[in-house]
């Protein structure tokens, strides 16, 4: 397994050159509908943070597809994919294959005649609310849906006990079991304790507060409700008062967090399937990692992706003929036995490959149990207009100021008021 360092390189060394792995063989951009100069169609796909998409994987569909070239490119983050999804869209320099993240999902939604519709005989897969998100106002179902993020709580046995908390399973979803507060007087404990940071950022817990929050900045009939929701302000206040003392950074993504998962600076994170991948990724040879069935206040879903296909691509049929592969039920369940994205599809949650799998890196927690009981814990699935992911990412900034020294809690919410008002 490359190191955290050589595997960062490579992204940033694809995103310069414009592709990051190229299997089977050596092509550059994307094919056309007549082929390469040899014959074979080179599709691309860009995604970010670890979809499961392994060269195992693609290599499967190559197997199946003689003369398809597969060329996948991955961003180092979600906010990075939004940049170049909006700056290139309708235009040119898209791939074949777009992944596009679910807080900034409506926002692509408002440009869904640039994509190509999924397929009619397609429609019905996915979970009733997942489909219904990637419905335009014409009918037209615009985007394949990946995982999902039913939410539980990844933990350091070996640091909850040296803190003389419990370290099982059983114990830590007794625990946490109960609200927020619960939640916070553990944490509050563990730095008393151990003198270390608790939870991973305190912009996480901002946002597993918010993905139990119906409705968030916007309503369904365009109405800016942000400044005014006091479920929000009541969030960012919690947060500012109870997360940022327990937390080791404001936020997420940034290298001294990947670098903590591995020395032990934090003990808890709040995880979606999805992020299993990324700590064991970044975390190799750490032997204390391990998940408990609960979640603060019931359950929460946070993240779950798509794939879109640009209309105007020039491998239109060959890309939607991958996505259609790539987000079928079985290849769901491999994605999430690779990365523990948890799969959309209700016809995967019969697989026994899913429910019966153990993840031998976090203490061989029964992940897939695990999964399917967080998914049927979530009762809220938070509408998100078109401009959640600015006022989202507006408010995460505010609290970062408030963690960093830079502003009070009071005067950084009155700036993230200020700077809404001109979105």
Not at 157 to 167: H, V
Request: proline fraction near 5%; aromatic fraction near 12%; charge should be negative.
């Amino acid at each position: 397994m490359k190191s955290r360092a050589q595997r960062r390189i490579a992204i940033v060394a694809a995103t310069a050159a414009g592709s990051a792995l190229v299997l089977a063989g050596c092509a550059g951009g994307g094919g056309d509908t007549e082929g390469d100069a040899d014959g074979t169609t080179t599709l691309t796909i860009a995604t970010f943070n670890d979809f499961g998409y392994t060269d195992e994987l693609l290599q499967e569909y190559m197997d199946a597809n003689p003369g398809v070239e597969i060329v996948h490119n991955k961003a180092a983050t979600s906010n990075d994919a939004r940049a170049n999804y909006f700056q290139k869209l309708g235009k040119t320099g898209l791939a074949d294959i777009e992944a596009v993240e679910i807080d900034w999902f409506a926002e692509m939604m408002q440009y869904s005649d640039l994509l190509a519709p999924v397929p009619d005989d397609l429609k019905g897969r996915w979970l009733d609310w997942k489909e219904a998100a990637a419905t335009d106002a014409e009918g037209n179902l615009v985007a394949y849906g990946t995982d999902i993020g039913p939410q539980a709580i990844c933990y350091r046995a070996d640091l909850f006990a040296e803190a003389g908390l419990p370290s099982d399973r059983a114990g830590v979803a007794e625990l946490f079991a109960g609200d927020w507060d619960t939640f916070f007087e553990v944490g509050a404990d563990y730095v008393a304790t151990t003198g270390k940071p608790f939870i991973d950022s305190a912009n996480s817990v901002l946002q597993g507060i918010v993905n139990q929050i119906e409705y968030t900045y916007e309503e369904p009939d365009g109405t800016i409700i942000a400044t005014e929701n006091p479920e929000i302000q009541a969030a960012y206040e919690t947060v500012v008062e109870k997360a940022i003392p327990i937390a080791a950074f404001p936020g997420q993504w940034s290298d001294d967090w990947y670098a903590s998962m591995a020395n032990g600076e934090f003990a808890a994170m709040l995880c979606p399937g999805w992020m299993h991948g990324i700590i064991s990724g970044e975390a190799p040879d750490v032997a204390g990692w391990d998940i408990a069935d609960v979640f603060p206040g019931g359950g929460g879903n946070w993240g779950g992706s798509y794939l879109t296909v640009p209309a105007d691509g020039e491998n239109v049929e060959a890309a939607q003929a991958l996505a259609d592969w790539l987000t079928a039920p079985e290849q769901q369940v491999k994605a999430f036995v690779n990365a523990g994205t948890f799969p959309s599809q209700t016809d995967a949650y019969g697989d026994t490959n899913l429910t019966g799998f153990t993840n031998a890196y976090f203490n061989d927690a029964p992940t897939g149990e695990i999964g399917v009981a967080r998914a049927e814990a979530v009762t809220v699935s938070p509408f998100k207009g078109p401009k959640y992911f600015q006022f989202h990412d507006a408010l995460q900034n505010a609290v970062t100021r408030v963690f960093d020294g830079l502003e009070t809690p009071e005067v950084s919410w009155e700036s993230w008021v200020t700077e809404v008002s001109a979105f």
